[in-house]
């Protein structure tokens, strides 16, 4: 039912794209946000739920503990997650598998193409502007389909918590069609499946979300004013070429330990059935 809604949504946003073929990047985005991923998500969970807030965990507001972790967590899981980018981003496939690879490459430079639009940020309207779009509705929209339809649909399977965690978490990475960020992006969203299983609240991960892709908008605005060196945020935790990723493996084994931590301090009190 929601890859239905999805289509259908996919094909309004389209009418609309090329009813108005000057939209503003942003407002395109903004439309893909709801039409494709909001609309959808909240639609079936109605279908098939008397209760859809309530069931995708939108009813409950976070703790200030949960937003204590997730922010600690996303400032120390930094150089870790550059790293990964950076060690998935050399994947090569066998040569037979050639044009496999090059069509996955093209698909790769296509996105960073829009990325690279999206994040050519001069001025504080443009940042704030960003931020509303780039960090909040792209949170928001994606994390109400993948965690609050999807997850919360799963875990009312026979699929059990990890299971349902680890699969949408692949499902959301995969849909994103870019390869060679697929494993850390993969992490990301499991991580924030563990938040809704954890703290019984769509807001955490919503929040979290946002607050991950806000600080790339952020830090592209600080490069394209010269307040940081370009491409700062993005090689936080790589090494220089030869050398060991002393910054990443300490960045790594303490994300390890506050997830290991957060697991023990929440799990046993959260459930989702």
């Not at 903004?30 to 991923?37: G, N």
């Not at 996105?111 to 960090?135: E, F, N, P, R, Y």
């Not at 605005?221 to 060196?229: A, F, H, I, R, T």
Request: glycine residues 6%; aromatic residues 10%.
């Amino acid at each position: 039912m929601v890859l239905c809604l999805m289509g259908a949504g996919m094909i309004a946003a389209s009418l609309m794209i090329e009813l108005l073929p000057d939209m503003h990047m942003l407002a395109m985005l903004s439309l893909q946000d709801i039409l494709v991923f909001m609309a959808p998500a909240i639609a079936a969970m109605a279908i098939f739920y008397h209760r859809p807030l309530n069931v995708m965990c939108l009813d409950r507001a976070p703790r200030w503990k949960d937003l204590l972790l997730i922010a600690v967590m996303c400032v120390i899981s930094l150089p870790a997650m550059n790293w990964l980018v950076d060690v998935n981003e050399s994947m090569t496939l066998p040569s037979w598998m050639s044009g496999i690879e090059q069509w996955m490459r093209a698909s790769e430079d296509n996105a960073a193409d829009i990325t690279k639009q999206l994040l050519d940020i001069h001025s504080i309207a443009q940042l704030i502007t960003c931020l509303l779009v780039v960090g909040f509705m792209a949170g928001l929209s994606e994390e109400i389909l993948f965690r609050g339809a999807m997850l919360r649909t799963m875990q009312d399977s026979r699929l059990g918590t990890h299971a349902a965690v680890w699969l949408v978490a692949v499902i959301f990475s995969a849909i994103h069609l870019e390869f060679y960020g697929f494993v850390p992006r993969m992490l990301l969203g499991a991580w924030l499946g563990y938040l809704l299983v954890w703290t019984r609240s769509l807001w955490v991960p919503i929040i979290a979300h946002t607050l991950n892709n806000s600080i790339v908008v952020v830090f592209s605005y600080l490069e394209k004013n010269g307040v940081v060196p370009e491409h700062y945020g993005d090689h936080l935790g790589i090494p220089a070429q030869g050398a060991f990723p002393w910054l990443a493996m300490l960045s790594l084994i303490m994300s390890i330990v506050i997830v290991v931590c957060a697991h023990r301090r929440y799990y046993c009190k959260s459930s989702l059935h």
